[in-house]
């Protein structure tokens, strides 16, 4: 089994950053993308940014420009460095990894969520 463990989240201005983080352990062979969705009340859960294992990215455009999305693969960690944060990014932020097997068995795992609130 894959556990994530997301930190980071928080109150904070509009205009303000946070880095939000998510650590995977269990039992991983390999891991493939990694993302960060968000939910907003009563929206449906959105892609925010998306990294592969080869570094590439891509984002929402809400959030392009704003938002940074990076991996540490040694520490089976994902990153959202987020910036200029707009109360619109109000929401709970998920993260999401993608693991392979030896045998190139896929499967997707989710992190409980974290709390992300920007004030006006």
């Known amino acids: 089994q894959v556990q994530l463990v997301e930190s980071g989240g928080g109150l904070v201005q509009a205009g303000g950053s946070l880095t939000l983080s998510c650590a995977a352990s269990?039992?991983?062979?390999?891991?493939?993308?990694m993302d960060w969705y968000r939910q907003a009340p009563g929206k449906q859960r959105e892609l925010v940014a998306e990294i592969t294992g080869g570094g590439g990215t891509n984002y929402a455009d809400s959030v392009k420009g704003r938002f940074t999305i990076s991996r540490d693969n040694a520490k089976k960690t994902v990153y959202l460095q987020m910036n200029s944060l707009k109360p619109e990014d109000t929401a709970v932020y998920y993260c999401?990894?993608?693991?392979?097997?030896?045998?190139?068995?896929?499967?997707?795992?989710w992190g409980p969520g974290t709390q992300v609130t920007v004030s006006s």
């Open positions: 999401n990894v993608v693991t392979s097997t030896r045998f190139g068995v896929t499967r997707g795992y």
């Open positions: 269990g039992s991983i062979f390999s891991i493939n993308v």
